[in-house]
């Protein structure tokens, strides 16, 4: 009788537990697909901390011009909500940002706090360390949700001020995926196999894009849409002295002024834009595919100044390989905006491999 008993029990909690798994997997079916443009982020917070001093430093971190270009574009465009309005087609952003602190009374925070567990609330208010969360496919498949929170806005307002990199890094990497997804939907399978066969390492190659030179120890290929072009080239050799990372854009002139040339006017060659009233190389020491790196941002031109437009490389070492590697996007878009075109093409540099 006892064994029955134990086999009804278990067989009790088993279907149990496989009708909330199936249940689950039926609610993600159904789940919308998220929406919204891949740099655009919806901001869910009361209208009065929006216009005070916790949404002038969220629109300072969001909002800030990237580096590197040559008119100011922000990394992120940021909508803001009233949390009273949020509907269902608001809520399938595909980037969404919830702030709400415990000592505001208003209308709109009550509403934001309700999209919080009582254990949460109970959690925020006994733990002053917490600040954030992060949630993915809440109300959409493919979303991401940034959970801001504190006891006080003085509080918040402080961690803010000293997690503003990791909450910008948090959203570009966000931006970074998505794009690569958008790219890589076809690609240059015949272009990468020689790459790979040439060099000592791997590269996803959009549809569209072109070899532009093949030569030992450095690859570029590029993509041409009428006035708007983009550029990817990777350049490496052995690795002997580490002075060279405080050497960053010293290493590119000189790999630019050998490898960088027209075919025809050879005369014509990349170089840096230098300007002694403004700051045109900004240099980062940061992660590249879990390696030390320097990222750099910067202006380049042809050094008739008939063309030029903004950088991103990131030099980096192979230790199993003893080389270090440099690799660049360089986009042109004369009177243009060029923060997307830019962002594509550090994507594509995400896709980068060492070889065997």
Known sequence: MRKKNYFFIFSTIWFLVFCGETQDKIAQEFMPTAKGEIGSIMLVMDQQQWDHDLGIQLRGILREPMPGLPQDEPFFHLNRVSPKKLNSTLKSSANMIFVVTLDSKTSESNVLKGFLTSESLRMIKLDTSLYMSIRKDEFAKGQIILYLFGNTEKDLSQKLKKNKERIQSLFEKRVRDRTVRKLFKSHEKSLEQVVQEAHSFQIRIPLGWQQAANEPGFYWMRYLNGSKEQNVFVYYEP???????????????????????????????????????????????????????????????????????????????????????YIEGFVAAPGKKKRTLLQEVDAILSTFKEGN
């Open 239 to 325: 690795y002997t002295n580490i002075e060279i990372f405080d050497q960053v854009p010293e290493f590119r002139d000189r790999i630019t002024k050998q490898f960088l040339r027209d075919s025809e006017k050879n005369n014509l060659f990349i170089t840096r834009q230098m300007r002694d009233d403004l700051n045109t190389v900004f240099l980062k020491k940061t992660q590249f595919k879990g390696r030390y790196a320097v990222e750099s941002r910067g202006l380049w031109k042809i050094n008739d100044n008939s063309l030029g437009g903004p950088y991103i490389s990131y030099t980096f070492v192979s230790e199993k390989q003893k080389l270090i590697y």
